[in-house]
């Protein structure tokens, strides 16, 4: 029998008497898969991507990576959230760097191969000598992202790492996003509450409900749109139809707690 890559397997969340996560939560996410969480801000969706990068503890069940439960963080799994988490001492090329100090397990050359290959990745090898602040906001997304993964990650984990961005920048950051899952074979669990932003990016979208997180729906959008993804993509009727669609599961969703 195939080993779920990702497994959550009757997840719950609970702060004191606060039900975050409840009723049990299970998904299965497939290697390369790109999957967003959807939902209103707090419904617990944010929480569940962090108990994946073991930035929170499960009140209940088990998340596993290929078989075998997840515990502490670990190199495996990096994250990427709205602020941009960039060192302002360092240049381009060091912030990519940092994220692998801690790795004995790999030579100084290989380091030095994987920063350049990263930094060239996400199309910044004309700034790899450059502070962060002499570059734009999307730029240091996009170094935050590099980061994640020279350090090893196999996962990506985002919580609406774009939220802070014009609308201009965020749609060319998301279609660079596709474009560096697909050329570097990533797994990404990528959160936010834009219906827009979730149909364009994601191969699967798992819709939660307010608080406490309830799945509404797991919808396969590479099943309607493909895997390719361009700004012409939002224009087409087939986009428009499935955010409409989306759109109506979140609005549903608010009418019935209101």
């Known amino acids: 029998m195939k080993v779920p890559y990702l497994a959550f ?48 503890t499960l009140s209940n069940g088990q998340i596993k990576l290929d078989g075998f439960p997840l515990g502490k963080p670990d190199h495996r799994r990096g994250m990427v959230s ?14 990519v ?40 906001g999307g730029m240091r997304q996009r170094i935050a992202i590099a980061r994640a993964l020279a350090a090893g990650s196999e996962i990506l984990l985002m919580d609406e790492p774009f939220g ?10 998301q279609v660079e996003l596709r474009r560096i899952q697909r050329d570097d074979a990533k797994t990404i669990v990528f959160v936010t509450h834009d219906v827009e932003e979730a149909v364009f990016l994601a191969d699967r979208i798992v819709v939660f409900s307010k608080r406490p997180a309830r799945v509404l729906s797991v919808v396969d959008v590479a099943g309607t ?25 979140v609005r549903a969703s608010a009418s019935e707690v209101a």
């Open 82 to 95: 709205q602020s941009y988490s960039t060192f302002p001492w360092l240049t381009v090329g060091e912030n």
């Open 97 to 136: 760097a940092y994220g692998m100090r801690y790795r004995n397990d790999i030579s100084k050359s290989e380091k030095r191969d994987r920063r350049d290959h990263y930094v060239n990745l996400v199309g910044l090898a004309d700034f790899a000598d450059t502070f962060p602040n002499r570059v734009s």
């Open 225 to 249: 749109l493909g895997s390719e993804r361009d700004l012409a993509l939002r224009d087409s009727e087939a986009f428009f139809r499935l955010r409409t669609e989306v759109l109506q599961m």
């Open 9 to 56: 397997e009757h997840v719950t969340k609970r702060f004191g008497a606060l039900d975050v996560v409840d009723p049990p939560f299970s998904l299965e996410i497939d290697r390369r898969e790109f999957v967003v969480f959807l939902g209103p801000s707090g419904c617990g969706k944010t929480t569940l991507m962090r108990m994946v990068g073991g930035l929170e």
């Open 164 to 173: 802070a961005l014009d609308a201009q920048r965020r749609e060319v950051l």
